[in-house]
């Protein structure tokens, strides 16, 4: 197991190093770059000075240098904790992505949490009640809930809370904590709005979970073992959670590793709807204005936690199945 943890930890090396050097030339492929947008726009409000603030700028940033160049200069500095600094705000990356990676990363266990606590339950019930009335109830809202947008969910959100309440649930705090330093107060103030995105977000991740639980299951359920534990005498309550539920999570744990980065990447377009202050719509925007080392930061950041996923998921599910080995 150790030699599989060491292994697995050193392929995460080269990984990284493959997904910064494609995703750092992908986001300079469109011509020009930020700062010629920047010219444009000084033009048309009659700056005469723009070529030489640009000329000056361009020289800051390293964009007078070839791409390779300013890729092991955003690289080296990303080793050394410099992430670069945000063309467009003129301010260093980890100042703008440090408040705004750590919400996302609360919206993001919370959405995580609240979809494997709801959906696992169900799909044990629907499996074990198959073809009952709430089996149909929950098959009915599981395709529902696969095939409406976050987005689109989120827009009903707000559209149905200015016709009811007349007040839409945008963002993750109230007025008065909204540019308020952190205190216990503002921490409370988080959990109570945190649950409108997470259960936009949500939503599509749980209907999903619960058919794969409920496909799952009903296949465990079938097979020769079980009725070998049930011919033994063994309580019905002991057969499902203890053989059948265990051997069923398999394929849920094994998309652990992709969950997270899809929490992430799909909570993008919500953000924007419900107007919430995580990294999604600032990546959205580094990306439309070429900003580059705040778009390239984003990037790495999302390939460490899609591999952090695939890591845990690989030793969970050993731990789930002692017939696994990876020595």
Request: aromatic fraction near 12%; hydrophobic fraction near 50%; proline fraction near 5%.
């Amino acid at each position: 197991m150790y030699t599989f943890i060491l292994r697995r930890l050193f392929y995460m090396v080269p990984t990284i190093i493959l997904v910064s050097i494609v995703g750092f030339i992908i986001i300079n492929l469109p011509p020009g770059d930020y700062l010629t947008y920047r010219i444009q726009e000084l033009e048309r409000q009659g700056f005469t000075g723009a070529q030489e603030q640009i000329s000056h700028l361009r020289e800051r940033y390293g964009l007078d240098l070839p791409l390779y160049q300013r890729y092991f200069k955003w690289a080296i500095g990303f080793l050394q904790g410099d992430m670069g600094e945000s063309f467009a705000y003129s301010k260093p990356v980890t100042q703008l992505i440090g408040q705004r990676l750590a919400l996302t990363m609360v919206l993001s266990f919370s959405t995580l949490i609240f979809t494997w606590l709801v959906a696992i339950p169900i799909g044990i019930y629907s499996a074990t009640h198959q073809y009952s009335i709430l089996d149909h109830i929950f098959t009915f809202f599981g395709f529902l809930g696969l095939s409406i947008p976050n987005f689109l969910f989120a827009l009903v959100l707000l559209v149905g809370g200015l016709m009811l309440f007349g007040d839409a649930p945008t963002g993750l705090f109230s007025a008065q904590y909204q540019d308020a330093p952190w205190s216990m107060g503002k921490v409370v103030d988080l959990f109570k709005n945190l649950w409108v995105p997470v259960v936009v977000i949500g939503t599509a991740g749980t209907a999903g979970l619960i058919r794969i639980m409920r496909g799952n299951l009903l296949d465990i359920l079938g097979q020769e073992f079980i009725q070998t534990a049930r011919a033994k005498g063994l309580r019905e309550t002991v057969v499902i959670y203890k053989h059948a539920v265990r051997n069923a999570l398999h394929p849920l744990v094994m998309q652990l590793g992709m969950t997270m980065p899809r929490i992430i990447s799909g909570a993008a377009i919500t953000g924007i709807v419900l107007g919430l202050p995580t990294t999604g719509p600032l990546y959205l925007e580094a990306l439309q204005n070429q900003d580059m080392y705040l778009a390239g930061s984003f990037l790495i950041l999302l390939t460490v936690l899609l591999l952090i996923g695939n890591f845990f998921a690989d030793i969970i599910l050993a731990m789930l199945d002692p017939r696994i080995r990876y020595d």
